[in-house]
């Protein structure tokens, strides 16, 4: 099963959810430990990007672009 990163790596402070792919610091730690347990993370992250996107956060690939301060 692919990663699901895609090497944006920026977090929301108040979730710990990483704004490119949803994922947090330790569910990427277990990505790559525990292989049992990805499906269950995979499943996880669609939620979270949504909730991200809903809350104003720029997330997937935009999320690499700066939100520019008006």
């Known amino acids: 099963m692919a990663s699901p990163c895609i090497d944006v ?3 929301d402070e108040a979730t710990g959810w990483c704004l490119g792919c949803g994922m947090t610091r330790k569910d990427k730690k277990h990505w790559k430990k525990a ?3 990805r499906p269950e993370i995979r499943s996880m992250l669609p939620g979270r ?3 991200l996107a809903a809350a104003g956060e720029r997330t997937g690939a ?3 672009k700066k939100k520019h301060k008006d």
């Open 9 to 11: 790596c920026r977090y």
């Open 35 to 37: 292989k049992e347990r």
């Open 49 to 51: 990007l949504t909730a």
């Open 62 to 64: 935009a999320a690499a």
